[in-house]
């Protein structure tokens, strides 16, 4: 089946520092969309990018999409406590009916107080 | 806001056991889906449907059936639970592209 990898699949960060996890599909995505998992919680819906070479930002976090249509990234500037948690990207490739999407293994971000 | 709700949040049930597992949506929405989510593997799709008594396979659907005979409810069916099924289980429900999730049900079979 469709597969999207997704990179780190942990990382830990000192607060204040940058943070960005990587998604990569073989192939070409119509759209692709990013989700934040707090501990305890269920995946949370917080962006969705559908151009080539698209960008986005909310406050202090960046996303991006490849100009292929391949890959994508969210990049969080000077994290925080409250940025804990795993971001997954999941994306929806051409063809695909009914709205499914394929899932990234997400990133799982620890940040140090 | 939109709300999914799931029937059960902890559910622990016996081998070879019939399991039910209910998920309610409030806004219309035609697409539901059902995922398995376990530590390293992300979200699984178990399956999915885009309307009322339609049933789509998603990548794992051996072991599990799905029932959706009204359009705000969805049901995943584990016809002999097996300790393989021991897993979170996270529906799901869109009416565009994104997905909208309910809390989650952690279902332990012994």
């Known amino acids: 089946g469709q597969q999207v990898m997704q990179i780190p699949q942990y990382q830990h960060v000192q607060e204040g520092e940058d943070f960005t996890t990587y998604c990569n599909s073989s192939?070409?995505?119509?759209?692709i969309q990013w989700y934040k998992q707090r501990p305890g919680g269920h995946p949370v819906f917080l962006i969705q990018?559908?151009?080539?070479?698209e960008v986005k930002k909310q406050k202090r976090l960046t996303f991006q999409f490849g100009e292929a249509k391949k890959n994508s990234s969210l990049h969080i500037t000077a994290t925080q406590t409250t940025d804990v948690g795993t971001y997954f990207c999941?994306?929806?490739?051409?063809?695909?009916?009914?709205?499914?999407?394929?899932f990234g293994k997400g990133t799982k971000l620890s940040v140090i107080p | 806001d939109v709300k999914v709700t799931q029937s059960s949040r902890y559910l622990v049930k016996r081998t070879g056991e019939k399991v039910f597992l209910e998920c309610v949506q409030d806004?219309?929405?035609?697409?539901m889906f059902w995922y398995r989510q376990d530590p390293g593997l992300g979200l699984r799709l178990i399956y999915f449907?885009?309307?009322?008594?339609?049933?789509e396979k998603g990548d794992i659907p051996e072991g599990y059936s799905v029932s959706r005979e009204k359009k705000e409810r969805f049901s995943l069916i584990l016809e002999s639970a097996s300790t393989n099924q021991t897993s979170m289980y996270l529906c799901?429900?869109?009416?565009?592209?994104?997905?909208?999730f309910g809390p989650g049900t952690r279902l332990t079979v012994t």
């Open positions: 449907s885009y309307d009322v008594k339609m049933k």
């Open positions: 999941a994306g929806q490739h051409s063809g695909a009916g009914s709205y499914q999407l394929t």
């Open positions: 806004m219309d929405h035609e697409n």
């Open positions: 192939t070409t995505l119509s759209n």
């Open positions: 799901a429900s869109s009416f565009s592209r994104w997905q909208y």
């Open positions: 990018l559908v151009k080539s070479g």
